[in-house]
């Protein structure tokens, strides 16, 4: 699967139209006998301690947001979030975008997923790490090049020119890579007051706290 994955030339996996329009950054070609293939998802999370137990060469790395930042997010991504559905009633459960176990939507689904990967990190030490969504934000540079010496990966002149190069412009699209470092606080002045309220609420006394900083 993970070969297939790394020779695939579909475009959805190589992201190939997105390049063309410039949302995504083209980097300088691969090397034939790579040692490492980087993978992002942010669906099947039901299958990644089953992974973990199946390749003992496999590392993760979970970029985990303030549950405001990242419903606020959801809800406000036109393809993520159903034109019909009610913000109002959908942004606790997702049920609005259910379509099978792999699919994680809402703020219930939020916690579930963030306590799964606390469990993997202190579980799989070696191989599962946190990083709080708004440290790499607040500081793209130091927080990359420790995320690449935890997983063993080379931090290039390529890989910092991208860094910087993706705070120094703000592409509209939601999908860009390129952002204006200040769309992590968009949250606290368009979501919902009560809505922000009842999610601090609930995860402030609890062990998810820590992604409230």
Partial sequence: MFHDAF?????????????????YPVFEHKCEDP?????????????????????????????????CGAIH????????????????????????????PEEYWGFEDWKAVTRLHMRLELQYSDRFTIVQYEALVEDPLSAT??????????????????????????????????KDPRVRNRWKA??????????VTEIMDSELARFLV
């Fill in 190 to 199: 368009e979501m919902d007051k009560a809505m922000q309220q009842e999610i």
């Fill in 35 to 67: 040692e490492y293939l980087v993978i992002k998802m942010t669906r099947f999370h039901n299958l990644l301690e089953h992974m973990l137990e199946m390749f003992d060469n496999l590392s993760m790395l979970s970029i985990v947001r303030h549950p």
């Fill in 145 to 178: 090049k420790k995320v690449f010496h935890r997983l063993g990966l080379e931090y290039t002149d390529q890989t910092e020119r991208f860094v910087r190069n993706s705070h120094r412009r703000h592409d509209s699209d939601p999908y860009a890579v390129f």
């Fill in 73 to 100: 997010s959801w809800l406000t991504t036109p393809r993520e979030f159903p034109i019909w559905a009610d913000s109002a009633k959908e942004w606790r459960t997702g049920a609005c975008r259910k379509t099978g």
């Fill in 7 to 23: 020779e695939s030339e579909d475009a959805f996996m190589s992201r190939a139209e997105e390049r063309i329009a410039g949302h």
